[in-house]
C-alpha cells in the first residue's frame, strides 16, 4: 500500500490541510509519500518535518503559487511516477479544480469531502456525506486499483512530532499554464482578525434581515466579543467574506463560540467545529449545530439576544 | 308711485334674466355658452379616451342594479358620510345646494330658451316663481354652510386626512404636487364660495334696485337687498352694480362648467361613474392572467397598462383622505399612502395620456409611461392587501387589485426582495411556505388521542382545510388541536387532506406571484375535488378568502365555513355546551381577510357571547379593524416600517390594553396569533394581556 | 457568444429520512427535486453575460431522466434560450456526468463552459473540472467574479479565509460558479409554464464508463455526545449563557 499525499501552500506557509491530509495517510498504513509542488519546495521542508511521512518529493515547477493546469499535469506525472494506491488531497479550493480532473482522465476511484478513512480486508472504505450531510455514507472503490480521495478539512488532527523522511526530486514537464495566477487581493485589510478572537458570537440566517445584524453588533460589542457569521450572510453581501466561519470561509478555534441562530451546515461546522466551548442557540431542536455544540437552547434567539444585552 | 310698485308687480311675480342688457350682449351670453359647453364636452371626450387608452374593458351588466346602486350611494350619501358624519353633513350640504342651483339655472333655460319662445308657455311667475325663488335660495344657503364647514375643517380642524404629509417620498417629477394640491383644494372651495356669493349678490342688488315686495320669497337676497338699502345703496347704483355682478356670476358659472372635467369638479363625474362600475368583490377576488398570457401582459407596468375602470377611479379621487387615515401602513410609517399611490398614478394617467398631456401642462410624462418606478418598489411591497382603502373610499375606488397588479409586474421583473423570493421559491418546491416536507403537514394530529379521518380515503361530512399555520405552526398547532378536540366531542364527522394539502396560497396571489397562485389553486382543487364531503371548513381566514371566493375560477365551488362560523351552529344547534360564564373581559381583534373580505363579523362575536365572557371592543373594530401587518404576504417579507413607529400589531395590542383590565386578546385567525404573540412581547405589555384564538376558549369552556 | 451551463436537479432530504432495502440510498419517497442551488447562480452569470455582450445565447445542460427536465425548464424560465437533456438513467457520480456531458459539449463548441461549484445533494464539487479534464478546457474552479477580455478572461478566485486569488484565464474554459456571485433572478411559474412549452432536445449521453465509487451502505449520522441542553426562558437561557462564556473566558 502506498499513499501519495498532495501539500498545499500559500504565499510561503503550508496550509493546515497539508498536515490534516499525513495524519489521514497514516489510518491506511502504507508508505506515505508528500508531494510539495512549488518551485522552491525545500523553503518548504521545515514546515512539514513532522512524523508520519514517509518520503518528500519535491515537485519543481516555474510557479510560485498555485495555478490549476501546473497541479493537474504535476499530480498526473507522479502518479505516473509513483503508482500510489491512494492520493490524498484537500477538499479545498485549490484542488476541487484541478483533482476531479486527474481522476476522471486516469479512470481512478474517486470521492470527495471524506471525513472518515478505514480499511475493510482489502478494501478501502472512505466515509462521507449526501443529502446536505443529513445522512452520511460509506463508499469503497471495487475495480479501481488507484483511488483520489479529496479530504474535508478539521476532519484530522494536524501531524505532529520530527519527522525523518528521505527527499526524492521530480521535474515536472509543464505544457503550459493556461489560467494563470495574476494577484492576491486581500478582502480582510482593515477588518478584525475572527481567527484570533476568544470569543466568536456568530449569527446565520436565522436572524432573518440584514436591519437586524445591527442589533448583533451591538451584543457582540456589549458582551465582548467579535462578530462572525455563515456563508448565507456573505452571500446576501451582508458581511465581508472575512467575517465568514466555514469551509470556504475561516477555520476558527476560538475559546468559546456562541452561535445564534446558525443551523449547522457541513460545510459551517468544518470551521468551527474545534472550538474550545460551543454554545448553541437555535429554534430548531433538530439543528445539526447541537451535534457538535457542548451547551444548546432550544429558544428564539432573539429574545435570547435581548435577554443577554440586559445582562451585561 | 314707488309705493305702488311693489303691489303691482306682486301680482306678476317673476324677474327678466336678460334685465338691462343690450340685444349684442344677450347674444355675447349664448355664444359663451356654446363655447363653455364645447370646452366640457371636449374634455369629457379626452377623459373617456384616456378611459379607453386603458387595456381591457370596463366591467358591465346588472345594468338597474348599478344604477340603483349609483343612485343610492350618490343620493344618500351613504359612502361619504361614513366614520365622519359631520364631513358627510358638510358635503351634503354643498351636494344638495349645487344640485339645486344648477336644476333652478336649468329650469330657468328652459324657460326662457324653449318653453317661452318656442311653446309661448311661460311658467316662471307667480307662485312657481316663489317657491322657486324660496327652494333656490335655501339650498343656496345651505351651499355656503357647507363650504363654509369645509373650509373650516380644511384651515382650522386640519385633520390628518386633508395633510398632504406623505410617508413615502415622491417621485421627483411630483415634488412639486402636494404643494399644488393645498393651493387647489382652497381655490376649488373658494370658486363655489365665489359662485354661491355673486349669486346671492345678484339677487340683493336686483332687490335692493327695485325692491318688488314678492321676493319676500327671496329670504337671502332680500335681506342683503334690503341691508344694502339700508345704507342707501339702491336704485341705479344698484342696477348698474347687479349688470356688473350679472357678467361676473354669468362668466365665471360658464368657466366653472367648462373646467369641470380639468379640476378637482371631475370627482362629480368620475365618482359617481366609478361607483357604478364598481366590482362589489373588487379585492377578495383577484383577477386571473390572461389566457397565455406572456411577461408584457402581467401586471401594471405602464399606465395604460391599467383597467379604464382603475384609469376612472385615479379621476373619481377627491383627496379625502379616508383611505390614507384607515391604512395600516400609513399609519406605521411604512412608505405607502394609498391616497398618494392613486394621487401619483393620476398625475401620470394625465400627464401621459389625459388632458393635462393634450394641454402640455407639465408635470409631462411620455406615453406609454412606465409607472414601475414613479411607484417605488417598496411603496408596493408595503401593502397589506387588508382592502381597508377600498372599504371606505367614498368613491369606489380600487386601491388593493391596482397594487396587486402593479406587485405581479414587479414579481415578473423578479423585483422582490431576497426574503420573499426565498419564500416563493420555498413554497413552489415544498408546497408549504414553512419549507417543511409535506408529509410532515398532518403531524399536528399525532399529540390527539384519536386518529383524524384522512378525507382522501373515507368520506366526511366536513373537509377541514388546515392550511401552513395552523399545521406548522408550533403555537398554531396546540390550537388546532383543540379544535379538532372540539369537532370530536361534538360528534363532527371531519378528515383532513394530509399531505395533499397545498398552500391556499391566497397571499401568493395577493404577493402578484398568479403563475404559483394558479399552480396551487389547480393541484388544490384537484385534490379537493377527488374527496367526498358536504362543507369546507377552515380556521384560517386567508384559506377561506381564497377557498370561498377564488377557487371557482378554477373549478372548485364548494360552501367553505370559518371555524368562528361553525363553532357557532354547533352552539346554537346544542351540539356544543359550553359552561356558561368564563367570565373573562376579552376584546376581539377582526382579522382582514374574514371581516372585510368576507363581512364576517358576528359569528366570532356570538361564540365569544355563549361563552359568558365579556367583549370590549377596540375603538377601530369590524370594518374598520386595523391589519396586523401580516396580510398581502408582509409576513414573509424584510420590515419596511418607519424607524420610530411601531408594528401594526403593537399598535393594535397598545389599543387592547388601553381598553383597561382586559384578560385576553381573542384571535380568529392562525397568522394573528403569531403576530399578535410576538406584539404582546415586542410592545412591552407582557404579563398585562395574553392571546386566546377563539377555539382555546370554547376548548376550555367545555372543559368541566 | 455561446455560454453552456450544465445544471442539476438535486434530489432535497427533508428532516426524516427511510433507506432503500438495500441501504445503499434514500428512500425516494422521502425526497424532494430543485434546481441546484449553485446552478441558479451559473445561469445568471451566464444570462449576465450574454446580456452584456449584446448577442449570444445560454445552452442549458442536464444528465439525467425526464424528471431532470424541471431543472433546465427552470433555467429557461430565468430567460436561457436552449435546453438540452442528456439522457441518463440511474444514479451516476460526478466523473460518470462529466463523460456523459463531454461529448454534449464539444459538439456545441461554446465559449464558456459554466457549472455551480457543487451539488447541495452529492456535494462532491467534481463535476465541473472532471468535464474540464475530458475536454481539456482551462478552468477555474469557485469562481466569485468574471470578467471576459479578447481570448481570455479574468476571474476571482475565493480561497478558504476571504482571501481572493485573481487569474487570468484562456478562453474557451470551464468555470465552476460560487454562490453569491450575483443575485439569480426569480423564475415566475408562469415563465416556467411557459417554458414547458419549449422544446427540450434529448441527446444520447458519451461512454459514462465505470462509476469512481460505489456507496456500500448509508445511514443516519451518529448525534454526537450531543450539547447539554438549556432549559428554561429566554432570561434563564441567557444567564447560563452569560456563566459559561465567563467560566470559559477566565
Known sequence: MSVLVLAEHLRGKMRPITLELVSAAKELEGATVLAVIAKDPASLADQIDVEGIDEIVNVHVEQD????????????????????????????????????????????????DVFALRRDGGDLVAERSFYGAKVNAEVDFPGHESVLLMIRPTSWPPAEGAGGAVEAELDATISGSRARHLDFQDVATGDVDITTADFLLSVGRGIGEKENLEQFEELAETLGATLSVSRPLVDQGWMPNSRQVGQSGKTVKPKVYLALGISGAVQHLAGMKTSGTIIAVNSDPEAAIFNVAHYGAVADLFEVAEELEKLY | MQDLTPGLLAETATRDTFAGLETWEIVLWYVLIVISVAIFLFGVARLLLKYRGGRGHVRLGNYRERATNVARVVFTHAWIRRRDPLAGIGHLLVFYGFMVLFAGTVILAFQDDFANPVLSFDFWHGWFYKIYSLFLDVFGAALVAGLAYFAFKRGILRPFRLQYWRPAEPAESLRKQPRRYEIGDWVFLGSLFYLALSGFLLEAFRIAADNPSFEVWSPVGWLVGHGFRAIGFEGDTAAAARIVDWWAHGVFALFWVSSIPFTKAVHMLAGPAGVGVKDDRAGNRLAPLPEGAKAADVGYAFIDSLLPKHLLDLDACTKCGKCHAACPATATGYPLSPRDLVLDLREVAEGSMGNRAALGIAPEFPEHAEILGTIKPETLWSCMQCMACVEICPVGIEHVPIINQMRRALVERGEMDGQLQQTLETIYTSGNSFGEAKRKRGRWTRDLDFDVKDARKQPADLLWFVGDYASFDPRNQKISQALARILRGAGVDFGILYDGERTAGNDVRRVGEEGLYADLAEENVAAISACRFDRILTSDPHSFNTLRNEYPQFGGSWDVLHHSQLLLELIESGRLKPRKGLGYRVTYHDPCTLGRYNGVYDPPRQVLAALGVELVEMPRNRDNSLCCGAGGGRIWMKELKGEDSPRPSELRIDEAVA???????????PKDVTMYEDAIKTSGHQGEIELRELSELVYEALAV | MKVLVCVKQVAVLGDEVEFTDDERDVDPDY?????????????????????????????????????????????????????????????????????ALAEVVQAESPDLVFTGVQSSDSVQAATGSALAGL????????????????????????????????????????????????????????????????????????????????????????????????????????????????????
Not at chain 1, 83 to 101: D, K, Q, R, Y
Not at chain 3, 147 to 172: I, M, S, Y
Request: with cysteine; net charge negative.
Open chain 3, 31 to 99: 425526497l424532494d427535486y430543485a434546481l441546484n442551488e449553485w446552478d441558479s447562480y451559473a445561469t445568471e452569470e451566464a444570462l449576465r453575460l450574454v446580456d452584456a455582450a449584446g448577442e449570444g445565447e445560454v445552452v442549458v445542460v442536464s444528465v439525467g431522466d425526464e424528471d431532470a427536465e424541471d431543472a433546465i425548464r427552470r433555467c429557461l424560465a430565468m430567460g436561457a434560450e436552449r435546453g438540452i437533456r442528456v439522457e441518463a438513467e440511474g444514479p451516476l457520480d460526478p466523473i460518470q456526468v462529466a463523460r
Open chain 1, 65 to 112: 503559487e498555485f495555478e490549476n493546469d501546473v497541479y493537474r499535469e504535476a499530480l498526473e506525472q507522479l502518479i505516473a511516477d509513483r503508482s500510489p494506491e491512494v492520493v490524498l488531497v484537500g477538499f479545498t479550493i485549490n484542488s476541487m479544480g484541478f483533482a476531479p480532473a486527474v481522476a476522471a482522465k486516469l479512470g481512478l476511484g474517486f470521492a470527495s
Open chain 2, 659 to 669: 381598553l383597561g383590565g382586559i384578560d385576553y386578546f381573542v384571535v380568529a385567525c
Open chain 3, 135 to 250: 475536454l481539456d478546457l482551462p478552468s477555474v474552479a469557485v469562481v466569485t467574479k468574471v470578467e471576459l477580455g479578447e481570448g481570455k478572461a479574468t476571474v476571482h478566485r475565493e480561497l478558504e479565509g476571504g482571501l481572493v486569488d485573481v487569474v487570468e484565464v484562456d478562453t474557451p474554459c470551464l468555470l465552476t460558479i460560487q454562490t453569491g456571485i450575483n443575485e439569480p433572478r426569480y423564475a415566475t411559474l408562469r415563465a416556467i409554464k411557459q417554458a414547458e412549452e419549449k422544446e427540450i432536445e434529448a441527446r444520447s449521453p458519451g461512454e459514462t464508463g465505470e462509476p469512481g465509487y460505489r456507496v456500500r451502505k448509508m445511514f443516519v449520522p451518529p448525534k454526537g455526545e450531543g450539547a447539554e441542553m438549556l432549559d428554561g426562558n429566554p432570561s434563564e437561557v441567557a444567564q447560563r449563557i452569560k456563566e459559561i462564556v465567563q467560566e470559559r473566558l477566565a
